[in-house]
Each structure stands twice: as structure tokens, then as C-alpha cells.
């Protein structure tokens, strides 16, 4: 929780020595609740008064990086229960499971390193392999683990086992460069887990019997005060219910209780036996608070739907994602081809040029630039008026790469039509549908007719 | 042993019952639907009660569809031809209830009469006992003359009537009102203009108690994050106690999913997105389970598989409440 002014101030020297650059003890604590400076800029603060504040400055849920090197990420330094209050900040890594044991595990590692899409102008990718230790003994697991970093390197792990040797042989023999996540410590096998990760160096999560939250913080007391810092929470899996109780009542106590044994990003093992029961707990798991989410199926399909829902979930709802303001060509546009234009707020442009695509109609779609806001925002906030549009018309160079001279308005400005076309002499302005969803119909009988 | 002390959010407010379907008063359905009454946010039954689980809807269409995705048409088969057989077959697949579009009687498809429409309402009231959605074709002119003719003729089934927007609220309100329905109450992604529309029809007397709330969805990677958070800010405020916010909602999760590319291109589409029948599904079904996690009451979904899918996800969230 962090602490005000004057409670900073009750914990400083309060002898106005200025050496802090600032002309009073209070100016200082005041600069430092707003976090405009540090506190190593007082020569004189006791320990005491060091590790309050350090305590009371640490984020809610720690930041936790797993992996290294450029294919790393980094979970957690979450600050709200609902996106809508400000944004979620880091996309929980999708991680893929696979046992020690299996003969494809060379291969299907490689399958998860490649794997790939684009949206939204983005790549999206999957984050990790999970090495689950399968029968064989601490060798075995270690030659395992060494295959799997063959088979895709760089590519961040998560070692599953509950044997501190096997866990110590595979970070021994290379493993450890990759900072892997060590999975988990139980309330059995803490201090040897605790000891592997310490160390090696690694990440640690910890696990407790679902619904045993208390059992989670003893472990997070022990593991910590073995010297870990850097925790995931493992409240064990109960169901979807229970799960997202689990889950939720975590998040609440991390950020309105300032629980600080429970201030670490969570681990949802999603697993289960299809891809389609599987979907629906991951995708519960990127809704409700998960740093790490571990499927058993790669199954395309369910795993694009799965980084598309991240990326919609952690996009900052103040700053909606923009495309390019440009001439865009749906399809194989010609001279003959319709002419739309729209803003360039990015669901609205993907609404459009998807409709326009699924009208099987090629098209140019000019896209003008409305600080990525919607038609109607952006007309109501003059970013999107007839000045704007004869402008992108004009700039886009349009005019060389068409016979005619028509251009689709959105239905929405309808009322810009007569103002538009006094920017545009000699352009004939049409006036499309209000919604995308109408665009075919649009196409295929208004703008042919 | 440390004592972990669980917040526990007091609300104040609940969402309202509303009862799709009747058997009596000149109901003929063999089961109904009851959602709302929710004092919790989503499967949270530690701090609220979940009285009723959340419906499953299959969207039926009273004419074969020509611009569905080809994965539906392999799944429906013949039974898109026919409304009735259409409906049968989705109970049979585990439909809790069925959402019928008459969308013959758009000008563009048809144009089929009002008389038509109540004679395919009949049909499918007649091939199922399950409560009923009935979407009039879309256009505000014509969903007023079928949907008005259709209330009439149904009156006492208690069929939910869509849609109920600004520019059309005071005509389906009246057909519901004087004929005992339900309306279905559509804003596009916004809090506001969703309590604004509550306000206007319950100005004109219909029972909330008989008001769905349709706050437009956004499929997966199409807007689903709006409709997510509006949701849940909708919720939040129902909780709260702001009357105007206490409807139980409605997500058209099938026509948003398989109307996007992800839902119909078989061919020439990346490796990565996987085969059409799996990412239709899987596009479906995500964008299902994420709305019901902000708040989703009634799912209209068009696949069968994702009827299954779901059902066994809420038998799973809804276990001990």
C-alpha cells in the first residue's frame, strides 16, 4: 500500500539538513509519495524507515521476468480488478505442456517456437514450453530438458517436477541460463525447491491444494524467507467455479488487502482432456488474472482465438489500437472499383475492410486519419468533417488510380455530403451504410445500380 | 497455520428475474427459461447468489441462409431449409431455448408478408416446447409490421421480441405489453444509451421483469473487449444498485463470430489459424465463455458443437451454486 506525504515524513530524520537537493523533510516526502524522486537521496534515513518505505512502495503484484533473452516475458505489476478501471498491463504468457517421456517432445517443441500470426498489424506468438517430468529418473529428465532448449532455442521454459535433483540436474546442464520458471513448491518439497531456484537463479513458483490460500501464503513466508523473490502463485485447479474464485479472491487480496505473501502473478494450469474444454478455461484464465496459462493441445485454431482474446483483453482501453491513415486496396481493386472512406480507429477500419472483403467486391478503402477515433467520435469532435475528408481524398492519390469520380461516405455523416462536395469539385459523394454490417448489401445493389 | 481473511464485496443491488416462455394464460411451452437474479458478479457464489445458470439460445432462420459460413451448412445439413426441423434438431443438441429470425420478410430476401411470418412462428412453436426469441428481418418498417403480427398471434407464449431499439422501442414495447412478451433492448457497446433505452420502456409500462438487455456484441478480435468491459461496468453498476442496469443480458454470440472472416474462410488463410471447423468453433465458443465471465445471461449461438462446448463449461461454473 502505498504510504502519503505525511507518513513518509513521520519516518524521515525531519532535520532539514537540505542535502536531499529539497529545501525541507517534508518537500522530500512529498516528492517521494508522488514517487518523483528516491529515497538514496537522504544520507541520514534509518533502516527502519528503508525498509517501510521500500515495503510500501513495492508494487501490489510483483513483476516477475521468465526466460531471457529476447523471447522473455514478464508478468504481473497488475493494478486493478476490471480492465475498464485503467488496463491490464502484462498479457499472461501461453505456455505449452508436454511430458518428459514423449518421443515427439523435440518436435512439437520446435512447432511452439514458430508458431506465428499477425493481427492488428501485430505478431502474435506463443511464450513457452512446460517440461512436465514423466517417469525416468533425474538423467532422464535433465537429457529432456536439454532437447527441448536444442529443439527450440531461447524459447522460455517452465520445468514441472517435484524433484529438486531432477529439477537441479536439468538447471545444471545449461538449463539455468534460460531462467526458466521452476514448477512448484509444495508444502513437502519447499526447501529443496527453494534451494534449487536460489540457486540457479530461477523464478520458483509454489502450489497449494485448491482452496487453501492459507497454505499458499505459509508457502510464500517460507520460500521468500529462503531468500526467492521472484514468485508465481499456484492455487491449485478446482474447476472453472472454483478456479475463478481462486483466482479473483488472489487479486483482491493482492491489491485492495495489499497481501503482500499473495503479491505475485498466478499460474493456470488450463489443461484438459480436448482442446475445446481446454479453450474455455484458458480463456476464463486470460479474462480473470493469470500471469502464466499452460495448455496441453496445440491446436492451431484454439490457440489463434486464444492470443487474439489477449491481445483485445490487455489493450489499453484509453489508448484504442490505430491503424495507418492510408489508401488501403480490398482485394484486386481497379479504376472501376468503389471508393469508401473511414477513420482510422482500428475495430472501425477492421469492421469495414472485413465487410468489404466478405462482400467479395474489391474496393478502395481510404482511411483518414482521426487520432483512432470512430466515425461518429470523430465527426463529433471535428476530427472527421468535410475538410479532412477532401484532404485524405486528395492526398491518398486516388484520383490517378480511378476512372470515375464517386466516394462511399459513411452512413454516419450523411449530413457532410453537401460540404464535401463543395471540397471536391467535380466528385459525385455517395452515402454508405451506417453500420459495416450493411456494407455488402451496399455493394453488391446500391453501388452496381 | 496463517488465517487468510477474503474480501467479500457487499452488494447492494440484484439483477432481475426474467422469465422467458409460459405454459399457461395461453402459453403452450413445455419448459421455460428463468436468468437474472444474480447479487454477484459472474460464478463468484461465495459472496452472492446465482439462482439461475445462464441459457443457451440456437439461432434458427426462416430461410435457408445464403451467406453462412460453409461449416454450419455442412453441420445443419437439410435442416436449414426447414425452421421447424431446424428447431427440433437444436433442442435436440442441447438448446435451452430457440432464437428464430424471421429474415424472409426483409425486403432484400423475400420480402415475405406478415401472414408468412406467423405461420412460421406457428411451425416452430409447434416442432419445439422450449421458450422463444423472435428477431424480426432488421429493417425498423418491417420489423414493426411482423414483429406487431406475431405478438398478436402468440399472445400469453411470452416470447422475447427483438429488436427493441430507439428509433423503434414504442411499437414493440406496445405488441409486447398488450400481448404479455418480452422485448429485447439493443444499444450499441455503451452504458448510457443501454440505461436510457431501459428508462424510455419502462416509461411506457412494461415490467422490467420483462426487458432483456442486448448491449451488442463484439466477436473475438472484432470488438470483444468493448463489449466485455461495458458488460462488466453494466454488471458493477446492477450490483450497485442502479435500477436502470438490472436487466440480464443477452449476447448474440454466433451471428458476430461466424459473420468474421476467422468463421468462414476455409482456404487461403494462414497456417496458423487452423482448419474452419475447429476455428469456428473455437472463435464461437471464446467469444462466449468471455462475455459470460463479464456478465452474459443469454447466449445465441450457431453451432452445435459450441452448444455442447458451453453447456459442459456452465455445468462446470455453475457446480454447487
Redesign the interface.
Known sequence: MALTGLQIYKLLPKTNCKECGFPTCLAFAMKLAQKGTELDKCPYVDDEAKTALDAASAPPIKLVAIGAGERAFEIGNEIVL???EKTFYHQPGLVVRVKSDDPQLAEVAARVAS?????VGMKLRLDGLAVEHAGGDAAAYAAAVAATRAAAPGLPLVLMSGDAAALDAALSGGAAADRPLVHAAAAANWQAMADVAKKHGCPLAIRAEAGD??GL??LS?NVRGAGIEDLVLDPGTA???GD??AF??LR??AL??G?R?LGFPLFADAGAPT???E??RA??A???YAGVIIIDHL????????L??R???Y?D?QKPIQVEPKLYEVGSAGPDSPVLITTNFS?TY??VS?EV??AGVPAWLLVADSDGQSVLTAWAAGKFDAEKIAKTVKDSGIESRIDHKKLVLPGHVAGLSGEVEEELPGWQIMVGPRDA?DI??YLK?VWGA | MTAVEIPVEKWSGAVREVTLGSSYGGGTRTSTVTVGGETSLPFLGFEGALPHRPALAVEVVDMKPADWSPELVATWGDDLSDPANWAARAVEEGADLIALKLRSCHPDFGDRSATEARATVDRVLAAVGVPLIVYGPGTADKDNEVLVAVAEATKGEQLALGLCEEKNYRTIVAAALGNGHLVIAQTPIDVNLAKQLNILISDMRLPLERVLMDPNTGALGYGLEYTYSVMERLRLAALMGDAMTQQPMICTIGEESWRQKEGRAATDVPEAWGELAERGVAWEVTTAMTLLESGADILVLRHPGSVGVLREALDDLTKGA
Open positions: 476490471f480492465r475498464h508458431y506465428e500470426v499477425e493481427r490460500l492459507a501464503v505459509d513466508e474447476g472453472l467455479a475463478l474464485v479473483t479472491q483482491r487480496l485492495k488487502k497481501a505473501a482442446w475445446q474444454a479453450l474455455a480463456t476464463q486470460i479474462a480473470k491446436e492451431p485454431a484454439a490457440v489463434y482465438a486464444l487474439t482474446l491481445q483485445n483483453v489493450t482501453p475495430l477492421f469492421s472485413g472483403e466478405g454490417v455488402p448489401n445493389n
